[in-house]
């Protein structure tokens, strides 16, 4: 595998081109944290994690005590006294309140216990799924922003041959008008006008398209030029070492395998909750009151404080059947988080050959144009000399427009697979670690 500096060259042309029309431009830098500061999928990610941080909470809430406070208000038609030695006291007041003040509190609950390590386990999923989504939402927006690149590049190709067909066809009016050719001179440079000009509309159609699909990502109308990322793809024609691809990191990096593996301790830990059915439970239960209403005790406040015991102690093997079921899904789990980290090493190699495929043939379109653009001079002078028909010229013309699709789509596929390695690595399009 070899470094061929031309590349940067064709880069840093095209970078002056998007630039030169217009002086407003969006890099990709800036089109990532677009999207992810205004896309609805990151922002949904986000939210998920919120809700999976909130069930934690509730799974953490046996650990409190729980008061409740009662109050009543009764309005009878009279009022019910007792005297007694002379004292009168009330035992049903017209106007009637009591306050109640009820304190319970879980001293031992076994199944608390696996449930809050799942839900905190799940949490830790939620937030690794935020970042994974985030950072492929930031691989399409690259990805889309290499593809209105690709789309540019097509149709200022699609341009240049348009204007070599129309300066071919006026010589092959002027040499007809002189008597140096035939008819067919001319209706061959007709026919190539009219094939130039609908690879034109093509072109500009599909660059439309790709636009919409980068303003799509974006959340607005992207009629900003573009310009180039010169140190991404010139990154993109190094070398890469078997030591830069190590599974090992990639595995530890990549938030898609770490959030599965929270997911396995979520499912092994909630496996465990069956089990913890069968040891009883303690809790302790506290009440204050206070009314208005003596009755016959002659009290108007008093409070109470007691524990209760809860033992299940048959179910009607419901327990066996859950624990049966938990553990089923986390082995189910916990093999397929095996094979994803083992389609990890598969990932970077494919990725690795991808990218050592990618640098080769953009090499050999490199190549291709340069070898087409003089093919394609030389018969233009050749036919001005009159020793070509123009069936040269045409066929030289086309096969430059041809050579240089083939090199922006071979800049394209070396710009995405160079991101999926970088994907496959755990890292962003930027080559850097996704921050949480």
Known sequence: MHYFPGRGVVFCALAVT???????ALTLEEAIATAL?????GKSAAELAKAAGAQVGQARSFLFPSLTLLGDYTRRSHETTRTINGTTSVLQSRDATEVRLNLDQILFDAQAWPLYKEARRARDAAELDAVEAKRQLAFDTARSFFAVLTSEQVVRAARQRLSLADRNLEDARVRFDAQLVGSNDVTRAQLEK??????????????RV?????????????????????????EATRPVTQEEVSAQVAVAARPDVRAGKARVAALQAAAQEPLMRY??????????WSTNEAGFSGQSEDWTLGLGLSWD????????AARSEASARARAAALDQTNLERSVATDLESARVGLETAQASLMQANESVVVA???AAEAAELYRRGLVRAFEVVDANAQTFTTQVERARSQFALALTFLNLRAALGLDPLGEVPAP
Do not use: C, K, W
């Open 313 to 320: 102690i048959f179910d009607g093997t419901e327990r066996h």
């Open 279 to 288: 040891l009883p439970d303690l809790s302790f239960h506290g009440t204050a």
């Open 194 to 207: 009219t094939t130039a000009d609908r690879e034109l509309v093509d072109s500009q159609g599909v660059a």
């Open 373 to 375: 653009e003089r093919n």
């Open 18 to 24: 998007l630039l030169a029309g217009n002086a407003r």
């Open 210 to 234: 790709v636009r919409l699909s980068l303003g799509n990502l974006l959340g607005r109308t992207v009629d900003d030029s573009l310009v180039v990322p010169g140190a991404l793809l010139t």
């Open 37 to 41: 500061s205004q896309n609805e999928r």
